[in-house]
């Protein structure tokens, strides 16, 4: 059985007519955004980060909330977002150090989209200083960072949504693959598939002056200090190990995320981690690459996983992007246009729709509705949003680990999930962490 659910409409004839998968609605009908039309009832907003994507989650935030200050290491970003239509309105402040924007008492809550090696240091920040946070994915660059979000998450309790939209939006195709998979749809599943396509190869580059808009040395903030390169900043900054993963946490911190979703693994991690096949664009010794004027994280790859629950987790990047989940008697395949199911209890999804409690489960209780409405009711009732820091903690710690085996030169691991370490291996442990460049320590 194909499914193209290409309209919202579609989604709801396979998962039942209900007031549960209507858009989120408050007493009386109207819609969360309709409820914060009153200045008094919307959010003072902050932005850090305004970029492509940070701009574009701010774009989305306004419906809900407005933005008193936008922040960016390059002003020409900064200055581009106070004068969107959509976001600062021509009147927004402009910084450039975020903890001017943290240190405002009339903001509520930050939208983070810096690069990756930026979150969790600025997270942790505004976390401390009072704010609730949407932030970018992924949400760390190792795998001690997510357990340090975790924790200050926790003690702060305040309401943060990682930008794994995937959950909420892309017509709700990949929450109904995860109900038909915890609802036993394809029996026991054996094995899930994560396909997220390969990265790129690029360079040598040529180092040159920062441009004057931009205050590189910030940028890099707790990375290695290094001559500027126009190709390891802004949309090229995910193909180098000094600010992300790759394909592996870029790509990965969807469609991992949504595979241990379904299996139940959201709060375990894999046993083991074995790579088939890595490839890296440039010479890698003890962890690190050879050259500084080229791209550095995996082109190819597959990655076999194995989960406490016995199921196997495969990542790999040379079959068509989505995730796969074999049952011992179905299959479903998951892409963002489209579900392709096969076999199983899935053929009867139309006379039997997946149960609306599970639903409830999957949301934390919250109404089918789009991944930034799920943030802004959760700063209401100051609960936990759907996309949650420390399941993400969890399907990263395995795109992580993924990475640490690659470049170690392929060795298979072995991981404890509930020590968070990996078992009898020294040097693979000391990558759990990276070293962090004075003055840009991240302190939980």
Same mark, same amino acid.
């Given at each position: ?196 396509? %390969?990265?790129?190869?690029? $360079? +040598?580059? /040529?180092? #040159?002056?920062?441009?004057?808009? !931009? ?5 890099? @903030? ?41 299996? %139940?693994?959201?709060?375990? $991690? +894999?046993? /083991?981690? #074995?790579?088939?096949?890595?490839? !890296? ?5 003890? @962890? ?41 008697? %179905? ?114």
């Amino acid at each position: 059985m194909l499914i193209r659910t290409k309209t919202r409409r579609d989604f709801l004839r396979v998962t039942a007519s209900s007031p549960l998968l209507l858009p989120l609605l408050e007493p009386g009908g109207r819609s969360l955004a309709e409820t914060m039309r009153s200045p008094n009832e919307r959010p003072r907003m902050g932005l850090i980060g305004a970029g492509g994507q940070g701009s574009g989650d701010a774009s989305g935030a306004s419906r809900f909330g407005d933005f008193l200050a936008v922040c960016d290491v390059d002003r020409s970003h900064a200055e581009r977002a106070k004068e969107s239509g959509s976001i600062g309105k021509g009147k927004a402040d402009v910084y450039e150090d975020y903890h001017k924007v943290l240190d405002r008492t009339d903001i509520d809550a930050v939208i983070i989209g810096t690069p990756d090696h930026w979150h969790t240091k600025i997270c942790i920040d505004a976390m401390k200083a009072g704010k609730d946070i949407y932030c970018e994915k992924p949400l760390t660059l190792t795998i001690e960072e997510g357990k340090q979000i975790g924790k200050v998450a926790k003690e702060t309790k305040r309401v943060v949504q990682v930008g794994t939209q995937q959950r909420s939006d892309h017509n709700r195709v990949f929450l109904l693959a995860v109900a038909l998979v915890r609802a036993g749809r394809i029996g026991k599943v054996r094995k899930v598939t994560a396909a997220i396509g %390969g990265g790129p190869t690029g $360079g +040598p580059f /040529s180092k #040159e002056a920062p441009p004057a808009n !931009l205050n590189w040395d910030m940028w890099l @903030g707790q990375a290695p200090k290094v001559d500027y390169i126009k190709q390891r900043c802004h949309g090229d900054f995910r193909w180098w190990y000094e600010y992300s993963g790759g394909k592996l946490t870029d790509w990965g911190a969807h469609h991992v995320d949504i595979g241990q979703w379904a299996i %139940g693994m959201e709060e375990s $991690g +894999p046993t /083991s981690i #074995e790579v088939t096949r890595g490839v !890296l664009p440039v010479e890698f010794r003890n @962890g690190n690459p050879t050259a500084d004027d080229r791209y550095n994280t995996p082109t190819d790859f597959v990655v076999k996983t194995m989960f406490p629950n016995g199921v196997e987790l495969e990542v790999r990047h040379d079959t068509e992007n989505g995730v796969t989940f074999q049952g011992t008697s %179905g299959r479903i395949f998951v892409t963002r246009d489209r579900i392709d199911l096969s076999g199983g209890s899935v053929s009867a999804l139309w006379s039997d729709p997946v149960p609306e409690s599970l639903l409830v489960e999957l949301r934390k209780g919250k109404k089918v509705d789009g991944h930034m409405a799920n943030f802004f009711e959760c700063m209401k009732d100051r609960s936990v949003p759907v996309a949650d820091v420390w399941s993400h903690h969890r399907a990263l710690t395995t795109c992580h680990l993924a990475n640490i085996a690659i470049r170690l030169g392929n060795r298979k691991l072995t991981w404890d999930p509930v020590k968070e370490e990996i078992v009898g291996d020294s040097e693979a442990n000391a990558w759990l962490t990276r070293p962090q460049r004075p003055g840009f320590e991240i302190k939980a």
